[in-house]
């Protein structure tokens, strides 16, 4: 993990973030529940239309992906995910790790992280240790660790 300054605004930080959680894949593979994957952990199903969008084909043809148009598509998708709802922080870094983990487990499943984010608005650190007792700070590994530092950090440094 290295420190990053905060001089990025939001959609740049939680693009950092997924990115060094992802990694990227040119050519499209199953991930680990089987489901055809491709770029920085695109659902190649889940997300169809904006592949095609931005491939300008079907994605029946998509056999490989450059890491231009693999940033366009998480951009896209990012701009789409909108955390503002989940808690009242005004922490960039804070909702930069909301949008990492929407993008891992979608908006749905983080909204049941009820005492976690109900914690955010109170106290970090208490948030920080409910979240490091849930199964998905388990199964992510590193990404959680990450997350949950960067949750503590100045707001004017994140890691990745």
Not at 110 to 115: I, Y
Request: glycine content about 6%; overall charge negative; some cysteine.
């Amino acid at each position: 993990m290295k420190i990053i300054s905060n001089n990025d605004n939001l959609l740049n930080i939680s693009i950092n973030l997924v990115k060094n959680a992802e990694g990227f894949s040119e050519i499209p593979y199953l991930d680990t529940v089987g489901i055809r994957t491709i770029g920085y952990g695109f659902n190649m199903e889940a997300q169809k239309g904006v592949i095609e969008q931005v491939m300008k084909t079907n994605i029946g043809d998509v056999t490989t992906m450059s890491l231009e148009q693999a940033q366009q598509i998480l951009s896209i998708i990012l701009q789409g995910i909108d955390v503002s709802g989940l808690c009242e922080s005004d922490s960039v870094n804070v909702h930069a790790v909301l949008t990492d983990m929407a993008y891992n487990l979608g908006i749905e499943q983080l909204s049941t992280f009820d005492n976690f984010l109900s914690l955010l608005n109170s106290d970090k650190e208490a948030a920080v240790a409910d979240l490091t007792n849930t199964a998905w700070f388990e199964q992510v590994g590193e990404r959680g660790v990450r997350n949950c530092l960067t949750l503590l950090a100045h707001n004017n440094y994140y890691l990745i």
